[in-house]
């Protein structure tokens, strides 16, 4: 049996009487996994991750954490729970050493720690500069290094790229998945950013109007994106497109370079690239040119 380490069980949550924010949400996030949860803004991710972490109290008893209902571990469970939900409190005028050392004073963790989680989010050549020397992308990985003082088995962190630039979320990525493979840390974590999450993560869980859209692995997200249209861009187009066509009818040659068709999912791209490297073609690239996020738009516009 799968081993889930947060579990939720139809939750509910409306801040007035008037609106339910959160309807039926069922979450389950497997042990070990990095978990995407995915959805527009004002979808609910937010406040799942405030019930989850305790900043508002549950309506009703729909959340497990270790396996244990959550309001019978309060606040201990904390200890085994790194978390990045409102935005970081930092120091701006103290180094990024010492607001570490400020958050293991307060939590009563050792200050030999605090080498060990700079060195994780590679900031330890940063470490005596001030913390409003800082780029964003620094400062987030400084938050991340607080989450981190206390050695969490599971990370939540709500929108952690925010505002981020390319380099920035990369860094981020870079980090969680680091953190998942070498410390077998379990990150759930919320995006708006379908690429993002299809980058970094093994399960998803899309949310939209407080409602749960879709929950599975990421090749199980690939699969539901149904056919897929592909760009190649191959040396000497126009051979590979007729030898194409005698297998794939929605072969297209598009110019002296590009062919474009569709495969059932994009499960399906691998096989297909190594057939055709094997055949001997000069294969400089496959686009996606739709399928998932089309289908993404959909699911979050229903009703
Ligand atoms: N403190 C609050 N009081 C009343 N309504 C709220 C409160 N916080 C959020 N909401 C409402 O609850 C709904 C879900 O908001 P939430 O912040 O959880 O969404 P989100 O998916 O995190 O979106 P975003 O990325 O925009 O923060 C929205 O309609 C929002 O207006």
Redesign the pocket.
């Known amino acids: 049996m799968q081993d889930y380490i947060i579990q939720t069980k139809s939750l509910n949550f409306q801040?007035?009487k008037s609106?339910k924010?959160?309807e039926d949400v069922s979450l389950n996030i497997p042990k070990g996994s990095i978990y995407g949860f995915l959805?527009?803004?004002?979808?609910?991710?937010?406040?799942?991750?405030?019930l989850l972490t305790g900043i508002?109290p549950e309506q009703h008893d729909a959340i497990s954490i270790f396996g244990k209902p959550l309001k019978d571990q309060l606040p201990q469970v904390f200890d085994n729970i790194g978390s990045l939900v409102e935005s970081p409190a930092l120091y701006l005028h103290l180094s990024g050493y010492n607001n570490l050392k400020y958050i293991a004073k307060l939590r009563n963790i050792p200050e030999s720690r605090i080498d060990e989680v700079l060195e994780l989010v590679d900031l330890s050549r940063d470490a005596k500069r001030k913390a409003k020397q800082y780029s964003l992308g620094m400062k987030q990985r400084l938050a991340i290094a607080m989450a981190l003082l206390n050695e969490p088995e599971l990370l939540l962190l709500?929108?952690p790229v925010?505002g981020l630039d390319p380099n920035g979320i990369q860094d981020i990525r870079k980090l969680l998945v680091k953190l998942n493979r070498e410390k077998g840390v379990t990150i759930f974590v919320?995006s708006?950013l379908l690429a993002e999450i299809e980058k970094m993560c093994t399960h998803v869980g899309i949310?939209s109007k407080?409602k749960l859209r879709f929950e599975g692995t990421i090749e199980e997200l690939g699969k539901k994106s149904g056919a897929c249209k592909i760009q190649l861009t191959v040396k000497d187009a126009t051979h590979w497109n007729e030898k194409l066509m005698e297998n794939h009818p929605t072969a297209e040659l598009q110019n002296a370079t590009q062919i474009t068709l569709e495969l059932q999912d994009r499960e399906a791209i691998p096989e297909f690239a190594k057939n055709l490297i094997t055949q001997g073609a000069h294969l400089y690239e496959i686009k996606i040119l739709d399928g998932l996020e089309e289908w993404f738009m959909t699911l979050v516009n229903q009703k």
């Open positions: 801040y007035s609106r924010v959160l959805g527009p803004n004002g979808a609910g991710k937010s406040t799942t991750m405030r508002i709500d929108e925010n919320s708006h949310i407080g």
